[in-house]
């Protein structure tokens, strides 16, 4: 099982950037593609990125591509999302999460469920 800790939200204006950072402890995150999810109240949680486990191939969602990274440093046992431009509609609770995969290059976008979640890091965007 891996444990994993969100951290760098806040409050931030319409047009600013944020950059969350997800530490893993527990096992080595090189074993597991990564991604990052999001919840806005009311809404049922949504997909917004994921990084293959080599960290070479990364996919998004539609709504942040363009002005999202996802990035991992294995070393660190982290995981990154800088997002810039941002809206208020990606204010949300983002959550980081684990898929263990054999297949280093794979970006899964569906599957997650029965990998290992964090606690989540609460973004608002003020217009």
């Known amino acids: 099982q891996v444990q994993l800790v969100e951290s760098g939200g806040g409050l931030v204006q319409a047009g600013g950037s944020l950059r969350l950072s997800c530490a893993a402890s527990g096992r080595t995150i090189s074993n597991y593609a990564m991604g990052w999810f999001r919840q806005a109240p009311e809404k049922e949680r949504e997909f917004v990125a994921s990084i293959s486990r080599s960290g070479v191939y990364t996919y998004y969602t539609d709504s942040v591509k363009g002005r999202s990274t996802i990035s991992r440093d294995n070393t660190k046992n982290t995981v990154y999302l800088q997002i810039n431009s941002l809206k208020p509609e990606d204010t949300a609770v983002y959550y980081c999460?684990?898929?263990?995969?054999?297949?280093?290059?794979?970006?899964?976008?569906?599957?997650?469920?029965?990998?290992?979640w964090g606690q989540g890091t609460q973004v608002t965007v003020s217009s």
């Open positions: 999460a684990t898929q263990y995969n054999i297949n280093p290059s794979y970006t899964p976008t569906i599957g997650w469920n029965n990998g290992d």
